[in-house]
């Protein structure tokens, strides 16, 4: 959306982008840097640098709320900012609610920054010999893609693929339900050959401090535990005062437009689009961008909003820790080396993009 206001100014606009860190992460690079494949610039985009191009201010605080009525954003520096329009691209947080001990004692893989400061400490446990076993809870791409990372990078450093007993439990009965079974079945194969534990259909029922209890009484044992369940809502959306989904979520028409308060806009992971409903997901969050910036510039030119129908299908890209990934698209599916480096093309071009204005 910033590189769209920047390529096409709007005159007499004045932009804020709000964001609590200049360095925001590009999730489908997540994984490679867990793995040991990128550092942390080769993942990260510069937000003052994409601010400048677009003529916005950058304010690097939190938004501590969001007063619709009085147009007003309360900042957590205490700052405010007022407002004609907002737009909220706030993502989500780990669906840890009726889980007892899962916030206590479990690491999610939202806030990155937090992730992956615990994860520096378990790979220094690992390389001392006190981290022995490790669980990610969830059994999405997200999951997934974590536990083969993490399973890569400590049989590197250890010199052992066996030094840390690594494990991934779901609660359904099968990996990646949101994927054709094609996919399944290639990831379940990737985890066997890995040696990584499969719990299928164990769903936790309380976090302990070296343990994830299944809710048939059964504990599986962990020194470290990663929670990469599915997207929850913020808390705080409630108190937007505008129409919400369900779940929580902000609802929005066609036009990532709130259905009751025409000066808010969401998109990405905080919104829900009424009749379009898609995976909460980054490669359906990226391509919102483009018409966002169009609904905005249409908002505040005073003309009408466009629509905008996201894709059924998306090409997914899921990387197996090593450099070999599993690509799918509706029924069709491949895996290989060369899913990879095409993985790490499109990724590297989305973030060299950025770097470069």
Do not use: N
């Amino acid at each position: 959306m910033l590189r769209r206001f920047g390529r096409a100014p709007l005159p007499g606009v004045e932009l804020v982008l709000v964001s609590p860190d200049r360095l925001t992460p590009y999730s489908g690079m997540l994984p490679g840097l867990v793995a040991g494949h990128y550092d942390h610039a080769a993942v990260h985009i510069d937000l003052e640098r994409v601010a400048r191009f677009a003529g916005a201010r950058f304010r690097e605080t939190l938004a501590a709320g969001v007063d619709t009525r009085r147009r007003v954003v309360t900042l957590a520096d205490g700052g405010s900012l007022e407002f004609d329009l907002v737009s909220l691209d706030v993502g989500a947080a780990p669906a840890t609610a009726g889980v007892p001990g899962a916030v206590e004692h479990a690491v999610g893989v939202k806030p990155v920054d937090r992730f992956l400061r615990a994860w520096d400490g378990w790979r220094e446990r690992a390389r001392r010999g006190t981290l022995r076993q490790l669980l990610v809870v969830g059994g999405g791409a997200a999951g997934v893609e974590t536990i083969l990372a993490m399973h890569h990078r400590l049989a590197r450093e250890t010199g052992r693929a066996d030094a840390v007993a690594c494990a991934l439990a779901t609660d359904v009965d099968r990996l990646l339900p949101m994927h054709p079974p094609r996919v399944q079945g290639i990831l379940a194969r990737i985890l066997g050959e890995r040696g990584i534990g499969l719990h299928l259909a164990t769903p936790a029922a309380r976090i302990e401090p070296g343990a994830m209890i299944a809710a048939d009484g059964r504990p599986i044992a962990a020194d470290a535990i990663v929670w990469a369940t599915g997207a929850a809502a913020l808390a705080w959306l409630r108190g937007l005062g505008v129409a919400l989904d369900a779940a929580g979520f902000v609802a929005v028409t066609q036009s990532l437009q709130s259905i009751s308060d025409a000066r808010l806009f969401a998109a990405g992971d905080c919104a829900t689009m009424i009749g379009h409903p898609r995976p909460r997901s980054g490669v359906f969050a990226v391509r919102q961008g483009p018409p966002l910036a169009a609904s905005l510039h249409a908002a505040l030119a005073g003309r009408p909003l466009a629509r905008y129908v996201p894709q059924e299908h998306a090409l997914a890209l899921i990387s197996a820790g090593d450099r070999y990934a599993v690509a799918s698209r509706g029924s069709w599916a491949a895996e290989g080396r060369w899913v990879w480096r095409w993985k790490d093309w499109i990724d590297r071009r989305f973030v060299r993009r950025y770097a470069a204005l």
